[in-house]
């Protein structure tokens, strides 16, 4: 005998056939046309590039240098040959920031790009604190110590001191320090009186404890040690006239035992008599 039960809806089927096939082919075409959209852009991507690198209007042009005295334009630019014409975007700039300060006349220096086709350069040039003679030739030299160029015609306007015994070294490199520092601290300290600094002909370190300094119109060697640099000069400058009374010819005046002062005189003994002392310790230092 049949039982008839009657219908759960809940488990009933849907009459509508359910269509896998046709929601797979769409995600598969989603697919495929995301790709191909994908590659067009890419290829699209790599066209543009391709033009970009051989447009003509993205080739350097022109160069700008600011920040230079000493170094002319032409000579900044011919630092970095091959700059003009190539393309603006595939320049490696900090490769050519280490061909610009390679030369010894740059400190520093930088490059920035100004689309469509000019490079900015801007640079800061060594400033020389003193000529160093090396084998009897000059050379510019800054307050590093580093050898900027061989002293010639075109720096005639520059007014410096005369270095004797730095250690010679090639241009662009550092002369060994403790002679150096020795120079440039007396440098700094006649830098605030340069009606004093601007009398001083040559100042000799091959003692780094002891700075001679022969000033300008003046035969005597002044022994001024490692300080006080500026005022055993204005003693000097006080007492000159009166050690020259005393002593015709003067070879050295050493004048690091303040308040006494030892005069060497040129072709005889060193000369320390009571006279001197006297004159040593005289008050009224020209200050």
């Known amino acids: 005998m049949k039982v008839h039960a009657k219908t759960d809806h809940r488990f009933r089927r849907s009459r509508h056939p359910i269509r ?15 790709g191909l959209v994908a590659t067009g852009v890419t290829a699209g991507s790599y066209r543009v ?14 160069v700008v240098v600011e920040g230079n005295g000493r170094l002319s334009d032409e000579e900044v630019r011919a630092l970095m040959p091959g700059l003009v014409g190539s393309n603006i975007l595939t320049l490696d700039l900090d490769a050519r920031r280490r061909q610009l300060t390679s030369a010894s006349w740059l ?11 000019t490079i900015e350069v801007s640079v800061r040039e060594r400033r020389p604190v003193a000529l160093a003679r090396f084998d009897r030739h000059l050379f510019l030299v800054d307050g590093s110590g580093t050898v900027i160029d061989r ?4 720096f005639a306007d520059l007014d410096l001191p005369i270095v004797d015994g730095l250690v010679a070294v090639p241009e662009g490199e550092r002369i060994p320090v403790e002679r150096m520092r020795l120079v440039v601290r007396v440098l700094e300290a006649l830098s605030d009186r340069p009606e004093v600094l601007s009398v001083v002909s040559q100042i000799d370190v091959s003692d780094p404890r ?12 002044l022994y001024l040690g490692r300080e006080r640099f500026l005022e055993r000069l204005r003693s000097y400058a006080e007492l000159a006239p009166r050690l020259r009374d005393e002593v015709a010819e003067i070879d050295y005046v050493d004048l690091r035992f303040e308040p006494q002062v030892v005069v060497g005189p040129a ?6 008599g009571r006279g001197l002392n006297r004159l040593a310790k005289a008050p009224g230092i020209a200050q």
Request: proline fraction near 6%; glycine fraction near 8%.
């Open 151 to 154: 002293y010639g015609p075109r």
């Open 210 to 221: 002891n700075a001679v300094v022969l000033l300008k119109d003046d035969p005597a060697l």
């Open 267 to 272: 072709g005889a003994s060193t000369v320390t």
């Open 20 to 34: 896998r096939g046709r929601a797979a082919t769409r995600r598969w075409m989603r697919l495929v046309v995301g």
């Open 107 to 117: 400190q520093e220096g930088t490059l920035r790009r100004v689309l469509p086709a």
């Open 49 to 62: 590039i391709d033009r970009l690198l051989v447009t003509p209007y993205l080739l350097v042009a022109d």
